[in-house]
């Protein structure tokens, strides 16, 4: 486990930051308030706010980590502690599939935004997909005490659920490097994505 804990830290986690902050920050529109929903230790978040000082990054989770790099408030894992519409944008960044309602917690975060949801999971498509997503999982987070229920979803479901929840799809990319080069044939592939998500009646 401490081998695989310093391959992770080194190689990993910190280019896997700098990744997502690099997808999701140019999908921040302007001055915005943002939900980080599952923030963990809110690294992302914090890289994004420093790379676009415009933006109010707010953080919310079902467990604290020591030392967040923002604030961070704790919930139940299911129903979001805010008034409709109370921040321009919500994320998740590999949450939704630790949740018990993936689609129950999305529609708080339509309901929380005033229009935009932003979302980075994975897709239970191709040969082997759930046994490496499991893998994953249980590599970045076990050792934080992260639940890990595997409500991996194929593409398919994902964009049906969005259909369902009035939510349009106006981004979508797999082109995610968030690997180094050896390692993205095992653990790259099509199992990850960006979403950007648009309520259909956005609020003011």
Request: with cysteine; hydrophobic share 45%; aromatic share 10%.
């Amino acid at each position: 486990m401490k081998i695989i804990d310093r391959i992770h830290g080194e190689y990993v986690h910190n280019r896997r930051a700098g990744v997502l902050t690099e997808a999701l920050a140019r999908l921040i529109p302007q001055n915005s308030r943002v939900l980080d929903v599952g923030c963990g230790d809110g690294l992302v978040s914090r890289m994004i706010w420093e790379k676009r000082p415009d933006t109010t990054m707010e953080g919310i989770d079902v467990l604290l980590r020591p030392e967040p790099h923002i604030p961070v408030r704790l919930f139940d894992g299911q129903h979001l502690p805010y008034a409709d519409a109370s921040f321009d944008a919500v994320m998740f960044i590999d949450v939704l599939h630790h949740a018990d309602d993936p689609a129950g917690l999305l529609r708080e975060a339509a309901r929380v935004s005033r229009n935009l949801v932003l979302l980075k999971d994975h897709t239970l498509d191709g040969f082997l997909a759930g046994p490496t997503l499991r893998f994953m999982d249980w590599t970045g987070n076990a050792r934080h005490g992260v639940s890990i229920p595997a409500n991996y979803w194929p593409e398919k479901l994902w964009r049906q659920t969005f259909a369902q929840l009035d939510l349009t799809l106006q981004h979508w990319t797999r082109n995610l490097p968030l690997y180094p080069w050896w390692a993205s044939w095992a653990f790259g592939r099509l199992l990850h994505f960006i979403a950007a998500l648009a309520r259909a009646h956005p609020q003011p």
